[in-house]
């Protein structure tokens, strides 16, 4: 069965830089979501989309901006990265907001900055 | 706000034995959801149990089950005849049933030796 795709699986970026991560859910599923997971500890939600349409917030920084295309497929964008900023982030999907509904993770993209 | 705790950062099993993991969580509201994430050393998030707040018998799912404790807002995972591919960090996690408001709250983890 397919599965929710992130890439790149890995990336390395220097302090202030930019980074893109992208995310391909799992087919129709229309929610999205984002979070990031720092050595050693438990993922923190980030920021969701339902059918395109940012519908919860989590612990985002300003610095980083995220959206849901037409094609369901999201973006999270992250600009002038700091050391902090290195973590695991996953995607994970679900079809549609309901809470009882399964939120299925991606295998996460590895951001490291230097 | 919900919080998820784990009071146990590390637990070990010998292989065929069960072990039993625990998990409470703190919220004023009647229905949600609870489920327990499995993450490997490649770190993926694999679902391995899900319990709806309203139902009052535990899941089960092979030899994975759970024991939830409504009132005493308590999820304890059971594994049973422990296999090496069990060792793992198991991640305990609360989902609201508010629209605006049902992320994911993960605990902080236990980590899962399995002895051969």
Redesign the interface.
Known sequence: AAGVIQSPRHLIKEKRETATLKCYPIPRHDTV?W?Q?GPG?????LI?FYEKMQ??K?SIPDRFSAQQFSDYHSELNMSSLELGDSA?Y?C?SSLT?F??N???????SWLTVV | AQTVTQSQPEMSVQEAETVTLSCTYDTSESDYYLFWYKQPPSRQMILVIRQEAYKQQNATENRFSVNFQKAAKSFSLKISDSQLGDAAMYFCAYRSEIVDNNDMRFGAGTRLTVKP
């Not at chain 1, 500890?41 to 939600?45: E, I, L, T």
């Not at chain 1, 399964?102 to 996460?108: D, N, S, V």
């Open positions: 979501y979070y997971q500890q438990d993922p923190q939600f969701s519908s919860d989590g695991l996953f994970a907001w809470s009882g399964t939120i299925y993770f991606g295998e996460g």
